[in-house]
Protein backbone atom coordinates (compact mmCIF):
# COMPACT_ATOMS: atom_id res chain seq x y z
CA UNK A 1 0.00 0.00 0.00
CA UNK A 2 2.68 2.16 0.67
CA UNK A 3 4.40 1.32 -2.35
CA UNK A 4 1.30 2.52 -4.30
CA UNK A 5 0.85 5.83 -2.55
CA UNK A 6 4.69 6.54 -3.24
CA UNK A 7 4.26 6.10 -6.77
CA UNK A 8 1.50 8.18 -6.84
CA UNK A 9 2.94 11.22 -5.74
CA UNK A 10 6.06 10.69 -8.08
CA UNK A 11 5.63 13.52 -10.71
CA UNK A 12 3.61 11.44 -13.87
CA UNK A 13 5.66 10.99 -16.83
CA UNK A 14 5.90 13.54 -19.29
CA UNK A 15 8.14 15.06 -21.46
CA UNK A 16 7.88 19.19 -21.58
CA UNK A 17 10.96 19.23 -23.98
CA UNK A 18 8.75 16.96 -26.65
CA UNK A 19 5.80 19.11 -25.98
CA UNK A 20 7.07 21.90 -26.78
CA UNK A 21 8.99 20.45 -29.90
CA UNK A 22 5.80 19.52 -31.11
CA UNK A 23 3.80 22.45 -30.71
CA UNK A 24 7.08 24.55 -32.10
CA UNK A 25 6.97 22.87 -35.50
CA UNK A 26 3.34 23.11 -36.17
CA UNK A 27 3.23 26.62 -34.94
CA UNK A 28 6.27 27.13 -37.55
CA UNK A 29 5.03 24.57 -40.21
CA UNK A 30 1.28 25.19 -40.23
CA UNK A 31 -1.07 22.63 -41.39
CA UNK A 32 0.89 20.03 -43.09
CA UNK A 33 3.37 19.27 -39.86
CA UNK A 34 -0.27 19.33 -37.89
CA UNK A 35 -1.64 16.85 -40.13
CA UNK A 36 1.72 14.87 -39.73
CA UNK A 37 2.16 14.68 -35.66
CA UNK A 38 -1.79 14.16 -35.57
CA UNK A 39 -1.54 10.86 -36.10
CA UNK A 40 0.40 10.01 -33.11
CA UNK A 41 -1.75 12.79 -31.31
CA UNK A 42 -4.97 11.53 -30.95
CA UNK A 43 -6.29 13.29 -27.28
CA UNK A 44 -5.43 16.78 -26.12
CA UNK A 45 -4.71 15.13 -23.21
CA UNK A 46 -1.61 13.64 -24.41
CA UNK A 47 -0.31 17.16 -23.26
CA UNK A 48 1.01 17.42 -19.76
CA UNK A 49 0.98 21.12 -19.49
CA UNK A 50 -2.51 22.86 -19.05
CA UNK A 51 -0.89 25.89 -21.37
CA UNK A 52 0.01 23.05 -24.07
CA UNK A 53 -3.15 21.68 -23.73
CA UNK A 54 -4.89 25.26 -24.40
CA UNK A 55 -2.55 25.55 -27.87
CA UNK A 56 -3.34 22.11 -29.10
CA UNK A 57 -7.13 22.94 -28.75
CA UNK A 58 -6.79 25.78 -30.06
CA UNK A 59 -4.56 23.98 -33.62
CA UNK A 60 -7.45 21.98 -33.45
CA UNK A 61 -10.35 24.55 -33.63
CA UNK A 62 -8.51 26.05 -36.42
CA UNK A 63 -7.79 23.09 -38.29
CA UNK A 64 -11.71 22.20 -38.37
CA UNK A 65 -12.71 25.26 -39.96
CA UNK A 66 -9.56 25.47 -42.42
CA UNK A 67 -7.81 28.30 -41.27
CA UNK A 68 -4.14 28.57 -41.30
CA UNK A 69 -2.27 27.58 -38.12
CA UNK A 70 0.65 30.06 -36.94
CA UNK A 71 1.55 32.39 -33.87
CA UNK A 72 -0.95 35.09 -35.17
CA UNK A 73 -3.80 33.13 -35.37
CA UNK A 74 -3.35 30.79 -32.27
CA UNK A 75 -3.35 33.34 -30.24
CA UNK A 76 -5.57 34.59 -31.57
CA UNK A 77 -7.73 32.05 -30.85
CA UNK A 78 -6.66 31.52 -27.41
CA UNK A 79 -7.84 34.80 -26.26
CA UNK A 80 -11.34 34.33 -28.20
CA UNK A 81 -11.90 30.93 -25.80
CA UNK A 82 -10.08 32.19 -22.40
CA UNK A 83 -10.90 35.55 -22.16
CA UNK A 84 -8.01 37.58 -23.61
CA UNK A 85 -5.38 35.47 -22.23
CA UNK A 86 -1.91 35.79 -24.46
CA UNK A 87 0.63 33.23 -25.09
CA UNK A 88 2.04 35.25 -27.75
CA UNK A 89 5.78 35.72 -26.13
CA UNK A 90 5.58 31.90 -25.04
CA UNK A 91 4.55 30.64 -28.79
CA UNK A 92 7.30 32.72 -30.15
CA UNK A 93 9.48 31.15 -27.63
CA UNK A 94 8.36 27.47 -28.76
CA UNK A 95 9.00 28.13 -32.61
CA UNK A 96 12.57 29.85 -31.92
CA UNK A 97 13.79 26.79 -30.22
CA UNK A 98 12.69 24.63 -33.04
CA UNK A 99 15.75 23.88 -35.21
CA UNK A 100 14.16 21.69 -37.69
CA UNK A 101 10.20 20.50 -38.32
CA UNK A 102 11.85 17.56 -39.96
CA UNK A 103 11.48 15.28 -36.91
CA UNK A 104 8.22 16.67 -35.59
CA UNK A 105 6.78 13.07 -35.54
CA UNK A 106 9.23 11.46 -33.53
CA UNK A 107 8.98 14.15 -31.01
CA UNK A 108 4.64 13.81 -31.30
CA UNK A 109 5.63 10.21 -30.73
CA UNK A 110 7.53 10.48 -27.50
CA UNK A 111 4.54 12.91 -25.88
CA UNK A 112 2.16 9.99 -27.14
CA UNK A 113 4.63 7.16 -25.57
CA UNK A 114 4.40 9.41 -22.11
CA UNK A 115 0.79 9.56 -22.45
CA UNK A 116 0.06 6.16 -22.69
CA UNK A 117 2.34 5.83 -19.31
CA UNK A 118 0.49 8.59 -17.22
CA UNK A 119 -2.97 6.14 -18.51
CA UNK A 120 -1.60 2.70 -17.29
CA UNK A 121 -0.48 4.44 -14.04
CA UNK A 122 -3.39 5.94 -13.63
CA UNK A 123 -5.24 2.83 -14.80
CA UNK A 124 -3.26 0.38 -12.74
CA UNK A 125 -3.71 2.53 -9.36
CA UNK A 126 -7.63 2.18 -10.74
CA UNK A 127 -7.68 -1.41 -10.47
CA UNK A 128 -6.14 -1.54 -7.11
CA UNK A 129 -8.60 0.65 -5.90
CA UNK A 130 -11.56 -1.77 -7.35
CA UNK A 131 -9.43 -4.99 -6.64
CA UNK A 132 -12.27 -6.32 -3.66
CA UNK A 133 -15.19 -5.79 -6.93
CA UNK A 134 -16.97 -8.72 -8.34
CA UNK A 135 -14.93 -9.31 -11.08
CA UNK A 136 -17.89 -8.25 -13.77
CA UNK A 137 -16.97 -4.94 -12.41
CA UNK A 138 -13.27 -4.64 -12.43
CA UNK A 139 -13.52 -6.78 -16.33
CA UNK A 140 -14.15 -4.31 -18.78
CA UNK A 141 -10.79 -1.79 -16.50
CA UNK A 142 -8.90 -4.89 -17.25
CA UNK A 143 -9.36 -5.24 -20.11
CA UNK A 144 -8.89 -1.38 -21.13
CA UNK A 145 -5.30 -1.71 -19.49
CA UNK A 146 -4.47 -4.93 -21.43
CA UNK A 147 -4.53 -2.58 -24.55
CA UNK A 148 -3.08 0.47 -22.55
CA UNK A 149 -0.46 -2.05 -22.06
CA UNK A 150 -0.25 -3.48 -25.83
CA UNK A 151 -0.48 0.19 -27.18
CA UNK A 152 2.67 1.18 -25.03
CA UNK A 153 5.01 -2.44 -26.39
CA UNK A 154 3.82 -1.74 -29.89
CA UNK A 155 5.34 2.14 -29.19
CA UNK A 156 8.53 0.10 -28.64
CA UNK A 157 11.58 0.00 -30.94
CA UNK A 158 12.51 -3.90 -30.74
CA UNK A 159 9.67 -5.17 -32.66
CA UNK A 160 11.13 -5.86 -35.85
CA UNK A 161 11.35 -9.01 -37.62
CA UNK A 162 13.80 -10.80 -39.26
CA UNK A 163 13.08 -10.26 -42.73
CA UNK A 164 14.02 -13.89 -43.68
CA UNK A 165 11.08 -14.81 -41.41
CA UNK A 166 8.98 -11.94 -43.30
CA UNK A 167 9.75 -13.92 -46.73
CA UNK A 168 8.98 -17.39 -45.37
CA UNK A 169 5.59 -16.12 -44.25
CA UNK A 170 5.13 -14.26 -47.37
CA UNK A 171 5.84 -17.77 -49.32
CA UNK A 172 3.91 -19.75 -46.89
CA UNK A 173 0.76 -17.21 -47.33
CA UNK A 174 1.02 -17.96 -51.25
CA UNK A 175 1.51 -21.14 -51.28
CA UNK A 176 -1.37 -22.18 -48.48
CA UNK A 177 -3.69 -18.85 -49.70
CA UNK A 178 -4.12 -18.17 -46.00
CA UNK A 179 -3.89 -14.50 -46.66
CA UNK A 180 -6.76 -13.73 -48.53
CA UNK A 181 -9.95 -14.49 -47.61
CA UNK A 182 -12.49 -14.92 -50.63
CA UNK A 183 -15.36 -13.48 -50.79
CA UNK A 184 -17.47 -16.20 -52.63
CA UNK A 185 -19.40 -13.46 -54.47
CA UNK A 186 -17.90 -13.08 -58.01
CA UNK A 187 -18.47 -9.34 -58.26
CA UNK A 188 -16.60 -8.82 -54.83
CA UNK A 189 -13.86 -10.92 -55.53
CA UNK A 190 -13.09 -9.61 -58.97
CA UNK A 191 -11.45 -6.51 -57.97
CA UNK A 192 -8.77 -8.17 -55.63
CA UNK A 193 -9.64 -11.48 -55.20
CA UNK A 194 -11.05 -11.32 -52.03
CA UNK A 195 -10.39 -9.52 -48.36
CA UNK A 196 -6.90 -9.51 -46.46
CA UNK A 197 -6.17 -10.30 -43.20
CA UNK A 198 -5.43 -7.42 -41.03
CA UNK A 199 -7.29 -5.35 -43.23
CA UNK A 200 -10.43 -3.68 -43.38
CA UNK A 201 -12.82 -3.50 -46.13
CA UNK A 202 -15.65 -0.93 -46.02
CA UNK A 203 -19.37 -0.82 -47.70
CA UNK A 204 -20.54 2.01 -47.80
CA UNK A 205 -24.52 2.79 -49.03
CA UNK A 206 -27.61 5.18 -48.25
CA UNK A 207 -30.90 3.31 -46.42
CA UNK A 208 -32.75 0.64 -48.13
CA UNK A 209 -30.01 -0.48 -50.81
CA UNK A 210 -29.13 -3.90 -49.51
CA UNK A 211 -26.21 -3.05 -47.72
CA UNK A 212 -27.20 -5.81 -44.68
CA UNK A 213 -28.87 -8.45 -46.98
CA UNK A 214 -25.21 -8.58 -49.01
CA UNK A 215 -23.51 -8.40 -45.59
CA UNK A 216 -25.47 -12.17 -44.77
CA UNK A 217 -25.10 -13.05 -48.10
CA UNK A 218 -21.29 -12.75 -47.41
CA UNK A 219 -21.53 -14.71 -44.29
CA UNK A 220 -23.22 -17.59 -45.84
CA UNK A 221 -20.72 -17.73 -47.92
CA UNK A 222 -17.72 -17.36 -45.38
CA UNK A 223 -19.53 -19.85 -43.10
CA UNK A 224 -19.52 -22.47 -46.35
CA UNK A 225 -15.44 -21.98 -46.70
CA UNK A 226 -15.31 -23.01 -42.88
CA UNK A 227 -14.15 -19.85 -41.68
CA UNK A 228 -15.40 -18.60 -38.37
CA UNK A 229 -17.23 -15.39 -38.27
CA UNK A 230 -18.54 -12.70 -36.18
CA UNK A 231 -21.52 -10.34 -36.23
CA UNK A 232 -22.49 -7.08 -34.56
CA UNK A 233 -25.86 -6.29 -35.26
CA UNK A 234 -26.33 -2.69 -34.40
CA UNK A 235 -29.53 -1.94 -35.94
CA UNK A 236 -31.24 -5.33 -36.15
CA UNK A 237 -31.60 -7.54 -33.76
CA UNK A 238 -29.91 -11.04 -34.18
CA UNK A 239 -34.17 -12.71 -33.86
CA UNK A 240 -34.55 -10.50 -37.39
CA UNK A 241 -31.45 -11.04 -38.87
CA UNK A 242 -32.16 -15.13 -38.52
CA UNK A 243 -35.17 -14.59 -40.32
CA UNK A 244 -33.67 -13.22 -42.91
CA UNK A 245 -30.77 -15.47 -42.84
CA UNK A 246 -33.73 -18.01 -43.01
CA UNK A 247 -35.36 -16.80 -45.86
CA UNK A 248 -31.74 -16.52 -47.76
CA UNK A 249 -31.05 -20.34 -47.26
CA UNK A 250 -34.78 -21.84 -48.71
CA UNK A 251 -35.75 -21.93 -51.75
CA UNK A 252 -39.28 -20.85 -51.46
CA UNK A 253 -39.65 -18.41 -48.56
CA UNK A 254 -40.11 -14.99 -48.95
CA UNK A 255 -39.21 -12.30 -46.68
CA UNK A 256 -42.86 -11.10 -46.57
CA UNK A 257 -44.29 -14.40 -46.06
CA UNK A 258 -42.45 -14.01 -42.52
CA UNK A 259 -43.87 -10.21 -41.69
CA UNK A 260 -47.80 -10.82 -43.21
CA UNK A 261 -50.32 -12.50 -41.71
CA UNK A 262 -51.96 -15.55 -43.18
CA UNK A 263 -54.55 -17.70 -42.73
CA UNK A 264 -54.15 -20.66 -40.91
CA UNK A 265 -53.49 -22.81 -43.74
CA UNK A 266 -50.94 -20.91 -45.01
CA UNK A 267 -49.56 -20.13 -41.87
CA UNK A 268 -48.77 -24.08 -41.39
CA UNK A 269 -47.05 -23.81 -44.76
CA UNK A 270 -44.95 -21.42 -43.61
CA UNK A 271 -43.94 -22.97 -40.28
CA UNK A 272 -43.33 -26.15 -41.83
CA UNK A 273 -41.10 -24.49 -44.23
CA UNK A 274 -39.46 -22.16 -41.47
CA UNK A 275 -39.06 -25.84 -39.33
CA UNK A 276 -37.17 -27.25 -41.81
CA UNK A 277 -35.00 -24.57 -42.85
CA UNK A 278 -34.20 -23.69 -39.03
CA UNK A 279 -32.91 -27.30 -38.61
CA UNK A 280 -30.57 -26.69 -41.81
CA UNK A 281 -29.40 -23.34 -40.49
CA UNK A 282 -28.48 -24.97 -36.78
CA UNK A 283 -26.52 -26.98 -38.34
CA UNK A 284 -24.48 -24.96 -41.22
CA UNK A 285 -23.94 -22.02 -39.08
CA UNK A 286 -21.91 -23.70 -35.87
CA UNK A 287 -19.13 -21.23 -36.21
CA UNK A 288 -21.10 -17.78 -36.77
CA UNK A 289 -21.26 -15.46 -33.24
CA UNK A 290 -23.76 -12.90 -33.77
CA UNK A 291 -24.29 -10.17 -31.21
CA UNK A 292 -27.09 -7.37 -30.65
CA UNK A 293 -26.31 -6.33 -27.51
CA UNK A 294 -22.91 -4.72 -27.88
CA UNK A 295 -23.22 -1.03 -27.89
CA UNK A 296 -19.43 0.40 -26.98
CA UNK A 297 -16.80 -0.19 -29.43
CA UNK A 298 -14.62 -1.30 -26.12
CA UNK A 299 -17.30 -4.16 -25.55
CA UNK A 300 -16.71 -4.86 -29.89
CA UNK A 301 -12.98 -5.49 -28.80
CA UNK A 302 -13.69 -7.23 -26.18
CA UNK A 303 -15.66 -9.86 -27.62
CA UNK A 304 -13.04 -9.88 -31.07
CA UNK A 305 -10.02 -10.45 -28.82
CA UNK A 306 -11.76 -13.58 -26.72
CA UNK A 307 -13.23 -15.18 -29.74
CA UNK A 308 -10.60 -14.18 -32.51
CA UNK A 309 -12.52 -14.60 -35.32
CA UNK A 310 -11.74 -15.29 -39.33
CA UNK A 311 -13.93 -12.21 -40.00
CA UNK A 312 -16.20 -9.49 -38.38
CA UNK A 313 -18.63 -7.68 -39.87
CA UNK A 314 -19.87 -4.90 -38.71
CA UNK A 315 -23.67 -2.96 -39.31
CA UNK A 316 -22.88 -0.81 -38.97
CA UNK A 317 -20.15 1.94 -37.70
CA UNK A 318 -21.86 5.03 -37.26
CA UNK A 319 -24.00 2.84 -34.57
CA UNK A 320 -21.23 2.18 -32.55
CA UNK A 321 -20.99 4.45 -29.23
CA UNK A 322 -17.15 5.96 -28.31
CA UNK A 323 -16.69 5.80 -24.84
CA UNK A 324 -14.16 9.23 -23.89
CA UNK A 325 -16.17 12.43 -24.55
CA UNK A 326 -14.58 12.80 -28.51
CA UNK A 327 -15.01 16.45 -29.73
CA UNK A 328 -17.04 15.70 -32.97
CA UNK A 329 -18.32 12.48 -34.95
CA UNK A 330 -15.61 12.47 -37.22
CA UNK A 331 -12.71 11.61 -34.39
CA UNK A 332 -15.40 8.75 -33.21
CA UNK A 333 -15.18 7.37 -36.97
CA UNK A 334 -11.36 7.89 -36.63
CA UNK A 335 -11.30 6.43 -33.57
CA UNK A 336 -13.24 3.56 -34.68
CA UNK A 337 -11.21 2.44 -37.85
CA UNK A 338 -8.07 2.53 -36.10
CA UNK A 339 -9.15 0.44 -33.60
CA UNK A 340 -10.21 -2.13 -36.00
CA UNK A 341 -7.45 -1.90 -38.08
CA UNK A 342 -5.22 -2.38 -35.56
CA UNK A 343 -7.53 -5.14 -33.95
CA UNK A 344 -7.10 -6.72 -37.65
CA UNK A 345 -3.40 -7.09 -37.17
CA UNK A 346 -3.43 -8.26 -33.32
CA UNK A 347 -6.00 -11.11 -34.38
CA UNK A 348 -5.38 -11.88 -37.73
CA UNK A 349 -8.53 -11.98 -38.97
CA UNK A 350 -10.09 -9.49 -41.79
CA UNK A 351 -13.04 -6.70 -40.58
CA UNK A 352 -16.00 -6.06 -43.20
CA UNK A 353 -17.66 -2.56 -42.25
CA UNK A 354 -20.91 -1.20 -43.48
CA UNK A 355 -21.28 2.24 -43.25
CA UNK A 356 -23.68 4.60 -44.33
CA UNK A 357 -23.18 7.61 -46.78
CA UNK A 358 -24.30 11.26 -46.49
CA UNK A 359 -27.45 12.73 -47.37
CA UNK A 360 -25.34 14.86 -49.99
CA UNK A 361 -25.94 11.77 -52.53
CA UNK A 362 -29.48 12.45 -53.41
CA UNK A 363 -29.35 15.73 -54.25
CA UNK A 364 -27.45 15.22 -56.64
CA UNK A 365 -27.93 14.80 -60.35
CA UNK A 366 -26.21 11.94 -60.91
CA UNK A 367 -26.72 10.04 -57.36
CA UNK A 368 -23.98 7.27 -58.11
CA UNK A 369 -21.93 6.93 -54.89
CA UNK A 370 -18.77 8.17 -54.54
CA UNK A 371 -15.94 8.53 -52.19
CA UNK A 372 -16.86 11.43 -51.29
CA UNK A 373 -20.03 10.53 -50.09
CA UNK A 374 -18.57 8.39 -46.69
CA UNK A 375 -19.25 10.30 -43.60
CA UNK A 376 -16.03 11.13 -42.34
CA UNK A 377 -14.66 9.74 -45.83
CA UNK A 378 -11.19 11.02 -45.31
CA UNK A 379 -11.03 8.75 -42.20
CA UNK A 380 -11.93 5.97 -44.01
CA UNK A 381 -10.42 6.07 -47.76
CA UNK A 382 -6.76 6.25 -45.32
CA UNK A 383 -7.78 3.14 -43.18
CA UNK A 384 -10.12 0.76 -45.62
CA UNK A 385 -8.12 -1.58 -47.52
CA UNK A 386 -11.31 -1.46 -49.96
CA UNK A 387 -13.59 1.10 -49.99
CA UNK A 388 -17.30 -0.14 -51.89
CA UNK A 389 -20.14 1.10 -52.64
CA UNK A 390 -23.57 -0.85 -53.07
CA UNK A 391 -26.05 1.11 -55.45
CA UNK A 392 -29.43 -0.03 -56.38
CA UNK A 393 -30.74 2.09 -58.60
CA UNK A 394 -34.30 1.16 -58.17
CA UNK A 395 -35.11 3.36 -54.82
CA UNK A 396 -34.31 6.37 -57.10
CA UNK A 397 -36.73 5.90 -60.12
CA UNK A 398 -38.39 2.85 -60.44
CA UNK A 399 -38.73 3.56 -64.01
CA UNK A 400 -35.59 3.42 -65.00
CA UNK A 401 -33.69 0.71 -63.44
CA UNK A 402 -34.43 -2.89 -62.89
CA UNK A 403 -35.89 -4.13 -59.78
CA UNK A 404 -33.63 -6.96 -59.73
CA UNK A 405 -30.47 -5.45 -60.76
CA UNK A 406 -27.84 -3.46 -58.30
CA UNK A 407 -23.81 -2.49 -58.58
CA UNK A 408 -20.95 -3.52 -56.61
CA UNK A 409 -18.52 0.09 -57.13
CA UNK A 410 -15.09 -0.73 -56.28
CA UNK A 411 -14.17 2.58 -55.48
CA UNK A 412 -10.74 2.10 -53.64
CA UNK A 413 -8.80 -1.06 -54.33
CA UNK A 414 -5.38 -0.87 -52.55
CA UNK A 415 -4.40 -4.77 -53.92
CA UNK A 416 -6.42 -4.74 -57.15
CA UNK A 417 -8.41 -2.61 -59.63
CA UNK A 418 -11.42 -0.39 -58.71
CA UNK A 419 -14.62 -0.83 -61.28
CA UNK A 420 -18.23 -1.74 -61.56
CA UNK A 421 -19.46 -5.12 -61.56
CA UNK A 422 -23.36 -5.52 -62.15
CA UNK A 423 -24.99 -8.42 -59.77
CA UNK A 424 -28.26 -9.89 -59.58
CA UNK A 425 -30.58 -8.98 -56.07
CA UNK A 426 -33.86 -9.85 -54.73
CA UNK A 427 -34.84 -8.21 -51.74
CA UNK A 428 -37.92 -10.23 -50.85
CA UNK A 429 -35.25 -13.15 -51.38
CA UNK A 430 -32.61 -11.68 -49.71
CA UNK A 431 -30.34 -12.95 -51.75
CA UNK A 432 -27.72 -11.76 -54.59
CA UNK A 433 -27.31 -13.71 -57.94
CA UNK A 434 -24.58 -13.87 -60.72
CA UNK A 435 -26.77 -12.22 -63.07
CA UNK A 436 -29.77 -9.89 -63.01
CA UNK A 437 -31.94 -12.80 -65.07
CA UNK A 438 -31.12 -15.60 -62.14
CA UNK A 439 -32.57 -13.11 -59.79
CA UNK A 440 -35.32 -12.14 -61.45
CA UNK A 441 -36.10 -16.35 -62.28
CA UNK A 442 -35.92 -16.93 -58.52
CA UNK A 443 -38.01 -13.53 -57.84
CA UNK A 444 -40.74 -15.69 -59.22
CA UNK A 445 -40.98 -18.77 -56.88
CA UNK A 446 -42.83 -18.50 -53.82
CA UNK A 447 -44.41 -20.42 -51.23
CA UNK A 448 -47.73 -18.81 -50.98
CA UNK A 449 -49.12 -17.73 -54.23
CA UNK A 450 -51.44 -14.80 -54.25
Same mark, same amino acid.
Given at each position: ?????????????????????????????????FEKVGGWIRNTDAFYLDLHRKIWDACVELYKIHNPIDIITINSKIRETHKGMSVGYE?????? @? /? !? +????????? %?????? &???? =?????????????????????????????????????????????? @? /? !? +????????? %?????? &???? =????????????????????????????????????????????????????????????????????????????????????????????????????????????????????????????????????????????????????????????????????????????????????????????????????????????????????????????????????????????????????????????????????????
Amino acid at each position: MQGLKDNAEQVAPHSVEAERAVLGSVLQAGTPIFEKVGGWIRNTDAFYLDLHRKIWDACVELYKIHNPIDIITINSKIRETHKGMSVGYELSGMVD @D /I !V +SVSRADVYA %KIVWEK &YIQR =QISKSAYELYSMSYDEYSVVSARLDSHMRLIGELQDLAPSRKQDIA @D /I !V +SAAVESIKD %KTNVIR &YGIP =QLDKPAGGMTRKEITVLGGRPGHGKTTLMINIVRTLIEQDYKVMVFNREMSNTEMMNKIFVMEADLLSYSDLREKHDENNESIVMKEVKGVASHVDKKYKKLLMYDDVRTLDESLRELGKEKPDVVLDDYIQLIKVDGGFDGRRFEIEKIMNEYKWACKRYDCSAFLLSQLNRAIEMRADPRPRMSDYSESGVIEQTAETALFLWYGYNFDDSAYDKNEADVIAAKSRYGQVGTYTIGFSGDKCKYYNTVEEAQANQRKSLLLD
